[in-house]
């Protein structure tokens, strides 16, 4: 379904055409690709032509997912040589989308690379403090050079340079899409981390992170079921709300710090996790804890950041998780909580087609974050361009 996107008048407007974006989330559970057309702006439809996930292979997400849980590169020639595979299996990704879609490369003007983050450690995260930082891993000149084309990466390090957190980056393609003259809305993401969107009808776009959505669920549930999700909560739904252990798991103090913030796996891991633990405590219990922790730290940063929200638009792994999903709306009984296939959104594609967007902006010369949500100096052209 294609959707109209308001765009302010510039004198270097939007590059129509087709472009593909790619991204792979805190959970490392794959490599989210979408092929996306956009016609011209200033006013510009943008429409999914075709979304895939493409797994990794064994070794290589495991390794991702014990570097996103706190892991250490073991060498200055393993972070080098992971930087090359994960850029071969984006550019991999690529080709299989375009073959996918029945398309050539040379129809795509722009690729929008994520990467795959390895540490995301903004203001005011636990460093040196006058240091921060956010790495994304995926070559941009071997993309370029294995897909064929122009290629757009290293989205984030702009936006930290002018003093903002480097995400969430999403928020200004949900405002595009999604806003509302009508009423007050909020757009979920729920990857390994949630985050918001916050679109009142009028007013300032904002965002933020809100703490775990998926990570902690998924790696719990890996290392006791030996499955990288629990699929529909089922796991969860087999054990009881621990009280004393979701105390102990919001008396985090990050839950209590205002926007903007943000945050990732490697804060919020089983290390995190297995310190607050008595040691006692049975599985399914601990699975339905932090289920309730997810959907706890979601209701209360909107109520608190945006108490008379109307509907919220869920998208990312966690809308497959109807527990999650349906407790979210238990807890905000005076909003519509929705999936945004609803408003014609594949709900798995929504941060790879955002992607999409950041490189046809990046080529365009035009500002991909919102400094609102990020807390930068200012807007900022995001994006490295590497040639095809």
């Given at each position: 379904m294609?959707?109209r996107i ?9 590059e129509?055409?087709l472009y ?7 959970s ?10 956009f ?9 999914l032509l075709?979304g895939?996930t493409?797994?990794?292979?064994p070794e290589l997400?495991a ?11 073991r060498?200055l ?6 930087d ?8 991999d990704?690529?080709r ?13 003007r722009?690729?929008?690379?994520h990467?795959?983050?390895?540490r995301?450690r903004?203001?005011?995260?636990r460093l040196d403090g006058v240091?921060?930082f ?5 070559d941009g ?6 897909s064929g ?5 290293d989205?984030?390090r702009?936006?930290i ?7 969430p980056?999403?928020?200004a393609f949900h405002?595009a899409l999604l806003?509302?003259?009508?009423e007050?809305?909020?757009v979920?993401n729920?990857g390994?981390i949630?985050?918001?969107t916050?679109l009142p009808?009028r007013?300032d776009v904002?965002?933020f992170?809100?703490g775990?959505a998926n ?8 290392r006791?079921?030996g499955?990288?999700f629990?699929?529909?909560g089922?796991f969860?739904a087999?054990g009881?709300?621990?009280?004393g252990?979701l105390?102990?798991l919001?008396d985090?103090p990050w839950?209590a710090l205002p926007?903007?913030?943000?945050s990732g ?10 310190a607050?633990?008595r040691g006692d405590?049975a599985?399914a219990?601990?699975q339905a804890?932090l289920l309730e922790?997810?959907a706890?730290t979601?209701a209360?940063?909107?109520?608190a950041?945006?108490?008379r929200?109307a509907?919220?638009l869920?998208?990312?792994g966690?809308v ?8 979210i709306a ?6 519509l909580?929705e ?5 014609g959104l594949?709900?798995?594609?929504v941060e790879a ?5 950041l490189a ?14 990020t807390?930068a100096?200012?807007?900022r052209v995001?994006?490295?361009l590497?040639?095809?």
């Open positions: 294609p959707h308001s765009e302010p008048a510039s004198e270097n407007p939007s129509p055409g593909l974006g790619l991204i792979s989330g805190t490392a559970d794959g490599i989210d690709a979408a092929l996306v057309r016609d011209e702006s200033p006013t510009a439809h943008c429409e075709l895939r493409y797994a990794w292979s997400r390794r991702l997912v014990e570097l996103g849980q706190g892991g250490d590169a060498s020639e393993e972070l080098g040589t992971l090359v595979q994960i850029a071969e299996a984006f550019a990704a690529a299989r989308l375009i073959a996918d879609a029945g398309v050539d490369a040379a129809q795509v722009a690729l929008g690379s990467g795959q983050t390895v995301h903004p203001a005011g995260a240091h921060p956010s790495w994304q891993l995926g000149h071997v993309i370029a050079e294995r084309i122009a290629t757009v990466a989205f984030r702009r936006d340079a002018a003093g903002g957190h480097g995400a980056l999403v928020p405002a806003h509302d003259a009508d007050d809305r909020a979920l729920l390994g949630a985050n918001f916050l009808a007013g904002r965002g992170d809100t775990p990570a902690l669920m998924d790696a719990w549930c890996e006791h079921r499955q990288p629990d699929a529909d089922a969860a087999q009881t709300v621990d009280a252990l105390a102990r919001l985090e839950f926007p903007p913030k943000s796996r490697e804060q919020f891991q089983l290390q995190w996790l297995q607050r633990l405590e599985p219990d601990v804890t922790l997810s706890r979601v209360e940063a909107l109520r950041q945006q108490p929200t509907r919220v869920a998208c990312g966690g497959r998780n109807t527990r999650l999903l349906a407790r238990a807890l905000l009984p005076d909003a909580v999936s945004t296939v609803a408003h594949d709900p798995d594609f087609m955002a992607f999409a967007w046809r902006q990046a080529l365009a010369g035009l500002p991909g974050n919102v400094p609102s949500v807390g100096r200012g807007p995001l994006g490295v590497y040639p095809a």
